[in-house]
């Protein structure tokens, strides 16, 4: 790698190639290590960035005439390429003078304190601070620091070494990696050199062709570097044999290189706690692929995250996935992990084919329409299937280096049917169970699987299984009662000698999070459209773009309305949201343009010069916004042809004004008619039916609608997300 080329080098100063001195002002860099960081970006045409945590003034202070030495300042804030110095992320909030007067009132009692004001940060030195009086600065400095982020949204808090520094959470050393990457041209690979904390944010944006070193001792903190060196010493004898390596001639001895980090795959073993729930899933909360610059990682923002995060991290719980990216060439050593996060991650990467063919192919293009019951749609490939048993196996594999062989496991969907089985195979001996968040097939059409028997044996290696319905309980009852020679209870399934429980564990949501008042920096958007209806009647559709949701069905029922009721026409609008879904599937590309073809034909057919029958938005909106269009319609128009759960429906009710509520209009087919009896159901599958129901729904007198929203109202707030993580780990742990 040391010849690579294009290669550049990322390297924090402080801790990383100087030790640290006690006060910030007192640092020199030497000038062996100025001519050193110029040697490798002069003579041996290597990019080299400094990237620190201080302010311009002292970079420039430090390397005043080494204009081929790149600087980046405050944490990433601040970049000097070429000599002049620019803003990473422009316009970002600097509104810190506030803190910065408590905090230099309380510096002026405590000799040794140092308040440290940057652009966008706020550093608190207390390295000279005298041992006896650290405790009590600390707990009051971090009284401070809390009250003031309490009502300062946009900044955190980070600790690194005797100092505690605030700064706007989006300036991140992070965004110095692919500002480099691009500065160093096509192909290029990255060395990332970083002792403390916040360089971790630095290791984590990393590609698998690049490497990241960990300077220092071990710490007891979790690292994401692959490589250790023991401190600046080794760390600049490192530079030093890469400068020399680049030369003519044998690549000369290695003084100090470095050792990769003894542990787990990349997890470092430290005396952290131990985790006492794992949760696997095939996305993360949080992709941790590598991110644009100025751009913060994609939160996956969905009823499944808040609903696990409560009952992982009250178990120190960790969380396995995909980490997002297929750009890396595959698994690498072992998983990322990042225990910064609370709770914890824990990713894999996998190469684009592979994830091609899990994911869409196995995953979307079999499994998915097959258990909603759309077997025309389903297309089994010897490829996809083999590529589906790998991928289990990776994550089997990840997660034995993860937690030891007795921690509860709670693997989810149909990405990972077979990883109960590929535990057990590694010898994982604890608890393992499955929630299924899409329907379970019956036998006819579950054994059209050629590879039906696999997974229903390697879904027995499971202690639980977790469904929605009991019509889903009844359906994986009956598949091994006929397709194999397990004994069948009414409530477990014995083969092998092993006892499955199965049971139904219906999702819920956070309804809390849907009876916010509108957010004043959101709200304009969706009031404008609301508002855009006129004095409509609004029927509201919101799904991911996907064929089970009935979209097209449901136009085509609004469409009937107006026809078999045209004294709807012009005082009715209908608004469809849909959020763009595994838009690479092929079936999801047609799904996609029969839709816009449906809503251009009924605006043509139907609408009027003040008048547009069918409004149709394709993105995503954030909750507060969805909660304000829900609370605006007078029908939620929610009619899968096919669903699990469907939280749609759900987040309809828990959004609606009690004194004057909408109706949910609501598929028989989507597992929430199990429970939300009161809801005005009907069959997606009939559209003339459907497009009475809907004439029904907008007739609905005042009184009824109480009564039927009372109800409702009364289910979404009893069983939530968090009852229901909640029960399935009570049941699982059970199962000890
Ligand atoms: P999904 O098929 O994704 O979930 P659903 O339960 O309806 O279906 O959840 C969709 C989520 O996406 C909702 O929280 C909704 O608010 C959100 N959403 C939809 N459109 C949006 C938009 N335009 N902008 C922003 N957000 C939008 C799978 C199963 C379901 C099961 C869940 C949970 O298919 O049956 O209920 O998992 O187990």
Redo the contacts with the bound molecule.
């Keep these: 790698m040391a010849r690579h080329t294009p290669l550049a080098i990322l390297t924090d100063l402080d801790g990383t190639l100087i030790p640290f001195s006690p006060h910030p002002d007192q640092t020199r860099v030497p000038a062996e290590l100025s001519a050193l960081l110029q040697s490798l970006a002069l003579r041996s045409g290597i990019q080299v960035a400094v990237v620190s945590g201080r302010p311009r003034e002292a970079l420039d202070r430090f390397f005043p005439a080494s204009p081929a030495v790149w600087l980046v300042a405050e944490h990433g804030g601040w970049r000097r390429a070429d000599g002049a110095w620019t803003e990473a992320l422009p316009g970002e909030s600097r509104d810190l003078d506030g803190l910065q007067a408590d905090l230099e009132r309380l510096v002026a009692r405590v000799p040794g304190s140092l308040v440290e004001r940057k652009t966008w940060a706020l550093a608190l030195h207390f390295r000279m601070v005298a041992p006896a009086d650290r405790g009590a600065f600390l707990v009051e400095a971090s009284e401070i620091l809390e009250a003031w982020l309490r009502t300062h949204e946009g900044f955190e808090r980070l600790e690194g070494a005797a100092v505690l520094e605030v700064r706007a959470a989006r300036i991140r050393k992070s965004l110095a990696v692919p500002w480099l990457r691009e500065k160093a041209g096509a192909g290029a690979r990255l060395i990332v050199l970083g002792d403390d904390v916040t360089d971790e944010d630095m290791f984590g944006a990393v590609g698998t062709h690049d490497e990241a070193i960990r300077v220092g001792p071990a710490v007891g903190r979790a690292t994401r570097a692959r490589w250790t060196l023991g401190g600046p010493e080794e760390a600049i004898a490192f530079l030093r044999w890469i400068d020399a390596a680049r030369h003519e001639g044998p690549t000369p001895a290695p003084v100090h290189v470095p050792r990769p980090i003894a542990r787990d795959g990349r997890r470092e073993a430290g005396p952290a706690a131990p985790h006492r729930l794992l949760a696997i899933s095939n996305r993360l909360p949080d992709l941790r692929a590598p991110t644009e610059p100025g751009e913060t990682r994609k939160k996956n923002v ?3 995250v808040s609903a696990l995060e409560p009952v992982l991290t009250a178990r120190n719980g960790l969380w396995l996935g995909w980490s997002g990216r297929t750009d890396a060439g595959g698994p690498a050593a072992g998983p990322g992990f990042d225990d910064s996060a609370a709770p914890a991650l824990a990713w894999i990467d996998l190469s684009r084919d592979l994830h091609r063919r899990y994911y869409n192919g196995f995953s979307n293009g079999a499994l998915w329409p097959l258990f909603h019951t759309f077997p025309a749609r389903v297309a089994f490939h010897d490829e996809d299937w083999e590529a589906y048993v790998r991928v289990n196996d990776l994550f089997a594999e990840a997660a034995r280096s993860l937690v030891p062989e007795d921690t509860p496991i709670w693997i989810h ?1 149909y990405h990972l049917l077979l990883l109960g089985a590929a535990l057990r195979r590694r010898g994982h001996r604890g608890p393992v169970g499955l ?1 299924l ?3 379970f097939p019956g036998p006819d059409l579950f054994r059209m699987i050629p590879w039906s028997d696999r997974i229903l044996e390697d879904l027995l290696a499971c202690d639980l299984l977790g469904f ?1 319905t009991p019509n889903d309980v009844a359906n994986v009852l009956q598949c091994a009662g006929s397709l194999s020679p397990a004994k069948v209870g009414d409530d477990a399934i014995l083969h092998r000698g092993h006892r499955t429980r199965v049971r139904a564990f219906p ?1 819920g ?1 956070i309804p809390e999070g849907f009876q916010e008042a509108p957010d004043p920096d959101v709200a304009d958007e969706a009031a404008a459209l609301i508002r855009s209806i006129g004095t409509s009647e609004l029927i509201l559709g ?3 773009l ?1 064929y ?2 009935g979209i097209p069905e449901r136009l085509e029922a609004f469409a009937r309305l107006l026809v078999l009721f045209p004294e709807w026409r012009g005082k009715v609008a209908f608004v469809q ?3 763009p ?1 595994r838009a690479d599937v092929p079936e999801y590309k047609q799904q996609r343009n029969r839709i816009e073809a449906a809503v251009g034909r009924i605006n043509g057919e139907f609408g009027e010069a003040h008048w547009t029958p069918v409004r149709y ?1 394709y ?5 507060n ?2 909660a304000q269009f829900y609370r605006a319609a007078r029908v939620g128009m ?1 009619t ?1 042809l096919r ?7 759900k ?1 309809y009710v828990a959004a609606q004004t009690a004194a004057n509520p909408g109706v949910l209009l609501l598929s028989r087919f ?3 008619a199990v429970e939300l009896r009161d809801a005005l159901l009907t069959n997606p599958w009939h559209i003339d039916g459907m497009a009475r129901d809907l004439d029904r729904a907008l007739r609905m007198p005042l009184p009824e609608r109480l009564e039927r929203h009372a109800k409702l109202a009364a289910i979404v707030r009893r069983t939530t997300a968090l009852t229901w993580a909640e029960d399935f780990v009570g049941a699982l742990e059970a199962c000890r």
Excluded at 619 to 623: C, K
Excluded at 643 to 649: E, F, Q, T
């Design positions: 969905g009823g499944l969907d929630f968040h899409i329907p929605h999702i949501i919101i799904d991911r996907d089970t949701k949201i849909s959020v879904s938005l993105r995503s909106y954030n909750r916004q969805l929610v899968p669903d699990g759960m469907n939280l749609v429906a987040e989507a597992g929430a």
